[in-house]
């Protein structure tokens, strides 16, 4: 069983920065997919960001150039970093994790005031 723990949200400022971390148990960490989504108040979960067990990352158009992933595997841990933060990047982040089938966090909630 994989369990899955965000942390780093909070409230900042429009072009202010965040570094999310997810914190992952199991031995498998090495081997999955893992990736951040994010739901805005009355959206739908969307996807963020994601990177491949090789290092391969796929990010939304409206974070490219802004934010990034990353992930220890020694550290069981992945993590996101967010500059120029905007109001529309307000939302609940979660992360997920993917091998065999989909691993979810409950999520840390970041906030951006302009």
């Known amino acids: 069983q994989v369990q899955l723990v965000e942390s780093g949200g909070g409230l900042v400022q429009a072009g202010g920065s965040l570094r999310l971390s997810c914190a992952g148990s199991g031995s498998i960490f090495s081997i999955m997919v893992m990736g951040w989504y994010r739901q805005a108040p009355g959206k739908e979960r969307e996807l963020v960001a994601t990177?491949?067990?090789?290092?391969?990352?796929n990010y939304a158009d409206s974070v490219k150039g802004r934010f990034t992933i990353s992930r220890d595997n020694a550290k069981n841990t992945v993590y996101l970093q967010m500059n120029s933060l905007k109001p529309e990047d307000t939302g609940v982040y979660y992360c997920h994790a993917a091998y065999i089938r989909d691993y979810w966090g409950r999520g840390t909630q970041v906030t951006v005031s302009s």
């Open positions: 990177m491949t067990t090789t290092g391969s990352t």
